[in-house]
Structures are given as structure tokens and as C-alpha cells.
């Protein structure tokens, strides 16, 4: 994926997506073209490997699991 270079987005992303200053829009026009030209190359190859990796660390249901953990903590409740 390509992404901006705010912290939320490498915080998610981490090292599975191209990364541009959300400001520069020649330099998102430079990395769109990389991207195009190289699709086939390693490094490209490698990013969608990851990328595919680290979307599987994250689902809806993880994310309400983790939420109602944080929650129970919080009030002191215990959920069985």
C-alpha cells in the first residue's frame, strides 16, 4: 500500500508500505510511477509479502476483544 508518512500509518503499515510526504505531491506522483515501473522487483514483491502479513494481525474481532478487555479493566468487571 502506499501511505502518508504520518505516524499513524507507520504505526499500522509498519515496513509493508511506501511511504510519502502527504504535502509533496511530486514525490507521491515519484512513488505512484516507481511502483508502476517496478511492480515486478523484489522490493515491491517484498512490500506486498508484508503487507499481506500484516493485515492478518488485524480483524474486527480482535479489535472488539481487546476493547471489551480494556473496558473491564477499567470498571473492574469481569467478563466469563
Given at each position: 500500500?502506499?501511505?502518508?508518512?504520518?505516524?499513524?500509518?507507520?504505526?499500522?503499515?509498519?515496513?509493508?508500505?511506501?511511504?510519502?510526504?502527504?504535502?509533496?505531491?511530486?514525490?507521491?506522483?515519484?512513488?505512484?510511477?516507481?511502483?508502476?515501473?517496478?511492480?515486478?522487483?523484489?522490493?515491491?514483491?517484498?512490500?506486498?509479502?508484508?503487507?499481506?502479513?500484516r493485515a492478518?494481525?488485524?480483524?474486527w474481532k480482535?479489535?472488539?476483544?481487546?476493547?471489551?478487555?480494556?473496558?473491564?479493566?477499567?470498571?473492574?468487571?469481569?467478563?466469563?
Open positions: 500500500p502506499f501511505r502518508n508518512g504520518l505516524t499513524a500509518s507507520r504505526a499500522v503499515c509498519a515496513d509493508a508500505a511506501v511511504y510519502f510526504d502527504p504535502y509533496d505531491t511530486s514525490e507521491m506522483a515519484e512513488k505512484l510511477e516507481d511502483a508502476i515501473n517496478k511492480s515486478n522487483s523484489s522490493v515491491y514483491q517484498t512490500k506486498i509479502s508484508k503487507g499481506i502479513e492478518g494481525m488485524f480483524s480482535k479489535m472488539a476483544k481487546e476493547t471489551l478487555r480494556i473496558y473491564e479493566s477499567c470498571f473492574g468487571l469481569r467478563h466469563n
